[in-house]
């Protein structure tokens, strides 16, 4: 008799669960899956948007993984894209909060300034980094000149185009700064005072408490930092549109030019489940070799 | 007394550390606010000047007229989809978070784990499906497409929110509950107001989030009347002679309410984020 009543209650529970959360599952559902879905078909069809699909099998993927060069030219730039960004904002991000972290006065003054860049809109960031970069008038070569080095033509290729994007990235890392900073104010102090009392000196504190206690933030910033450098879209597209000559074209701007320029809808949904595939291995990759680097107080 | 020095050099190392970086960090949005005060021959002076001259603040209002491109009704787009949005998704995560903080029903952190999980998937593979549904439904260069998907709750504000409501004491639903308080009531009489700093952080984040929004209006709105400025900005330079000091001045425009929004609410803002960090 008891057990039965439990059920009901639980019955009665779970109803009220699903009901409060169902504006979650209704979006998930239209939102999320359905597109998923819809997309996973349109990927073996030719669609061209206008006309009705057309069933191609497995050409699609075909065509991207064999005939198509640019989805691998795009890909590796994402890819070394990612890991100079991903890097470089992890110990730059790092270090700022090293020095933000001191208590000194007005600090929260310089935290504010800190994140700044972060709330400049980014298509308005990405005119600005335009003017600062441009060949002629920007101020970024001549401060290059002023230091009796020659002019660089930022926007003109691969390498040079790759080195403004991480630079802008570190310039609007102001989130994964402030997630730095939390990070290091909840470890304990005890922790510090007891190897002072052991005789550990500032440096080896940084390296033997304050990394290892860290590491879930960093893994956190790891993550975020990949998948985000994978989406590079909003930027690359106002500053040079993937030009000049596909020196810049980074896979989601590829993707985008396919479905909506060129209205290969099949292609684009090809790629976008290629993407979604890469990523989703990427981030078990890292979560699976974070067991043995990040440490989890029980 | 030789630790105090020390300690004042160390102190004093900070200090130049921290204006060295904190310049360079400045330096971009004081140049552009410089280039939004500048003619059009100053722009190109080269060796560049920050502010020499008469200022031009003119220039703040011609950006509203440049190349006739609408941009006072881009800012009047941009803020009506921000305004509903950041009002309907706070409202739907703050359900929805409560749902998965507040309610015990079977198989609930099996559910949280699909919405962690969502949070992972790039929303930018859904743009092409997306794209030919809407078109389907003829939903296509009209404000739905932006805006309904807000009213379902965004993973990620979910996610601040629940948080929050886990750290409330259960005691308070039992009180409420022999007061004789309905779920729904609890929810919005109990509930809701213990958990107001995060309702406000993930307000901050939607405007952040719908303000800066880019790829998806791009796609689904055509008429140029209809885009938010987002996008409308992007237009300013795609000219054949752009004309940076008005580009400069729109530009921060676009940016000052953010900006503002900071200094005004700065603690939420670092909130927001610190949540997102402590327990990711």
Redesign the interface.
Known sequence: MKAKKMTLREKKELRIGLIVISPWIIGFVCFMLIPLVYSFFVSFTNYSFLSTPQFVGLENYITMFTGDELVWKSLGITFTYAVLAVSSQLVVGFLIALILNSKVKGIAFFRAIFYLPTLVVVVATSLLWKQILDSDFGIFNYLLEVAGLKRVRWLSSTPTILASLVIIHLWGCGKSMIINLAGMQSIPTQLYEAATVDGCGKARQVFSIMLPMMSPTIFLNLITGIISAFKTFTMVQVLTDGGPNNASLFYMLYLYKNAFQYYRMGYASAMSWFLFILVAVLTLLVFKTSKSWVYYES | MGTKKKNNIV?GI??V??VI??VT?????I??FA?SLKSQEQ??????VFFSGTLHWENFKEAFTYNSLPFGRFLLNSTFITVISMFASVL?SA??A???SR??????DV?FY??VI?M???Q??????????Y?KLSLLDTYIPLIL?W???RPFY?FIMRQAMMGIPRELDESAKIDGCS?FQL?WKIIIPQSKASLIAAAIYAM?DQ??S??EPM?FINSLEKLP???G??Y??SMYSTQ?QL??AA??I??LP??IL?IFC?KY??QG??V???K?
């Open positions: 102190t900070i200090y550390l921290l970086l904190s960090f400045m330096l971009p949005i140049w552009l280039n722009i190109f002076a080269f060796p560049p739907s359900l929805i409560f749902g998965f309610i015990r029903w079977r198989g609930r559910v699909i919405v969502t992972i998937i790039p930018e593979i859904l743009i092409t499906p997306q794209f030919m549904l078109n998907p009213f379902f709750g979910i779920t929810f952040q303000w800066n880019y790829l796609v400025v987002s996008v900005l992007s300013f330079s940076w580009v400069s530009a921060i676009v940016a953010l900006l900071f700065q803002f670092i984020v610190v997102s960090g402590v990711g």
